[in-house]
Nanobody
Framework: DVQLQASGGGAVQAGGSLRLSCAAP????????IGWFRQAPGKEREGVSC????????LYVDSVKGRFTTSRDNAKNTVYLQMNSLKPEDTAVYYC????????????WGQGTQVTVSS
């Protein structure tokens, strides 16, 4: 299984924005759904968003709807997570992963990126 690498995290104040990127050298994103996940200290990993390969449609967890946007650039083999209006509760390590479709098992995890939002 390929492990995708998330990058672009950092420390921002509440209300700020960050854009995360997801890439994997040599891996072709086309044909795969790409999911974004996060894990806060002491909590289980949760799904944040998913972008389908077939039509680029997206799914979001309720807590980020209207604030986060995921997009994909198959030519660059990169998927993005634009995060706006960040809240302290968005603080977590963010991961991306690939699967056949958004409801499948995203079982292979690469290195995540830390997002810290201060109030």
């Amino acid at each position: 299984d390929v492990q995708l690498q998330a990058s672009g995290g950092g420390a921002v104040q509440a209300g700020g924005s960050l854009r995360l990127s997801c890439a994997a050298p040599g891996f072709t994103f086309d044909g795969y759904a790409i999911g974004w996940f996060r894990q806060a200290p002491g909590k289980e990993r949760e799904g944040v968003s998913c972008i389908r390969s077939s039509d680029g449609s997206t799914l979001y967890v309720d807590s980020v709807k209207g604030r986060f946007t995921t997009s994909r650039d198959n030519a660059k083999n990169t998927v993005y997570l634009q995060m706006n209006s960040l809240k302290p509760e968005d603080t977590a390590v963010y991961y991306c992963a690939a699967a056949d479709h958004c409801g499948a098992d995203f079982g292979s995890w690469g290195q995540g990126t830390q997002v810290t939002v201060s109030s």
